[in-house]
């Protein structure tokens, strides 16, 4: 398993849950973005770092290193834009703020798989993680 994968993702979501907790809830609630220029930098420093983390993992440079480089990036671009198309399907729009999302989803997705798939599986889990992420989107906000 490369990057961590699930220590990582645990440890972030406890100390996510813990930044909840001591921070409270937000004076300002609804389902507008607050910031849009903010969401699209995070995005795109969550993006470049990726490379780091995924291909980093490994400590060295190799034919894995190239292939999880590629991975992450298909997989983040292969979300982002089924995130759009099933947007676009579902509501008759598209937003910045889903292609950002998409693409933070499919590079969550491909993170433990990224140095041993096919660049066409990580296509896949970038669709896969587009469609689900979504869909459950879908059912928070339902």
Same mark, same amino acid.
């Given at each position: 398993m490369l990057a961590?994968?699930?220590v990582v993702h645990n440890t972030c979501g406890f100390a996510a849950l813990a930044s909840v907790l001591f921070v409270g809830a937000r004076k300002k609630t609804g389902d507008r973005p607050h910031n849009v220029p903010l969401i699209a930098l995070? @995005?795109?420093l969550l993006w470049f770092g990726w490379y780091g983390f !995924?291909?980093?993992?490994?400590?060295r440079v190799d034919m894995i @290193?190239?292939?999880?480089f590629l991975a992450t990036d298909l997989s983040a671009s292969f979300a982002a834009i089924t995130w759009?198309?099933?947007?676009?399907?579902?509501?008759n729009r598209t937003s910045f703020i889903g292609l950002l999302t998409g693409a933070v989803a499919g590079l969550a997705t491909i993170t433990p798989a990224a140095g041993y798939v096919s660049l066409t599986t990580a296509?896949?889990?970038?669709i896969?993680?587009?469609?689900?992420?979504?869909? @459950?989107?879908?059912?928070?906000? !339902?």
């Open positions: 961590g994968g699930i995070g @995005t795109g !995924n291909a980093g993992s490994e400590l @290193t190239a292939a999880s759009l198309i099933v947007e676009r399907l579902h509501s296509c896949f889990i970038g896969i993680a587009g469609l689900v992420c979504y869909g @459950t989107v879908l059912l928070v906000h !339902n």
